[in-house]
Structures are given as C-alpha cells and as structure tokens.
C-alpha cells in the first residue's frame, strides 16, 4: 500500500507489544488523488483488525492506522500504548461514495468490533483501545447516531461508543500499515484480527473486492 502523507512515521512497536521492529525516522508519503474521495474515522480496538476489515471492501480506496483524540506530540506509539495520552487507536477509511456510503460504513465498523465494551477489545485493554466515531460534518454525526440507536435493539448491553468532532488524525508508525496483510502468521493476527476480518467479510460478502 502507498500511505497518504499526514505526518511523519516515527516507527517503534506493535500492538500488545508482538514482534521487534527495527527503530528508524521515516516521512510517509504518497502521491494520488483524493478530492473525490470523502473520508472516515473510526476507533474499535486495535487499529490492524480495524483497517484490514475496511481493506477488504469495495469503495475504500485506502484505510491507514493512526492516532486520533490526542496531541500530536504524543501520537507515538510508545506513548499511546501508555493510555494516558488521550488518544485512540484509529482509522482513517478513503472511500468512494458513490461506490459506498458513510451508512454501510458504519455498518461495517459496528460489525468489526464490540460496541459494547468500554475501554477495551477483548484481550486489549485501556482508553487507547475505546469504540469511538471521530465525524468529519454534521452529516456524518447525524447519521452516526441514527445508526446507534438503529443497533441498540442488537446487542444485549448498552453501545458505549463515543462520538466526537474529528481534530486530526495522526498517521501510525510505517511497521503499523497493512500489518495483517505483511503478518498473516503472526499469534495475535490469527486469533484476534482473523475472526474480526472473517465476521465482516461474511456479513458483507457482496462488497469484497475481487482478489
């Protein structure tokens, strides 16, 4: 995947610490054209289970992991890992609308982790790993709560999913970026991401991308 350039990646780690990554300083950049895109962003746990539900669909361009609800000069991942930073693990979807709307988005997005738990995806667990929509318009905030109390009815304990004004998105480590896709065999891929992916992929099977 090429990333788009939102910041520069500072790459540390990983997710509940798997893997030893060489340390370096790189930009990340991309050159493509995105005024026709619209954009997403979303907090569910960890951001590779997250991005990797989104890759697989028809309409998204590009999903990349990140940081939202913090400073920037905390979005590190050593530091996010602490959960006293303030921020998410997020991300952010580039998506077609005319092939895919911020509703089936939404839809996908409460598919591919449990709304239900707060500060927390099963084996993850603090603030940085919470349920949160970060809407970039009034459009998208409306409709995001629309979808909510559409849901409520489905799940057996409240949505405790935040909804907040997106600030900035902080672009994650390089290492971080189709982590699912470059780490199929890794323990936490398999066991954590894997099912989350599938769970999505057969809710949606008419909107998987070919392969």
Known sequence: ??????????????????????????????????????????????????????????????????????????????????????????????????????????????????????????PDVGPQYRSEIFYHNEKQKSLAEAKMEELASEFSDPIVTKLSKLEAFYLAEEYHQDYEEKHPNNGYIVNVSRPKIEKVAKKFKDRLKNK
């Open 1 to 122: 995947m090429k990333y788009l350039a939102l910041v520069t990646g500072l790459l540390l780690f990983s997710c509940q610490t798997q893997g030893n990554e060489k340390e370096t300083k790189s930009p990340i950049s991309r050159e493509a054209d995105y005024q026709k895109l619209d954009t997403a962003t979303f907090a569910g746990g960890c951001f590779w289970c997250v991005e990797a539900s989104f890759e697989q669909i028809k309409g998204v361009v590009e999903a990349v992991s990140g940081y939202s609800g913090g400073k920037e000069s905390t979005a590190d991942y050593r530091l996010v890992s602490s959960g006293r930073t303030g921020h998410a693990e997020a991300v952010q979807v580039y998506y077609d609308p005319s092939v895919i709307d911020y509703e089936t988005l939404l839809e996908i997005f409460f598919t591919a982790h449990d709304p239900t738990q707060l500060n927390r995806q099963g």
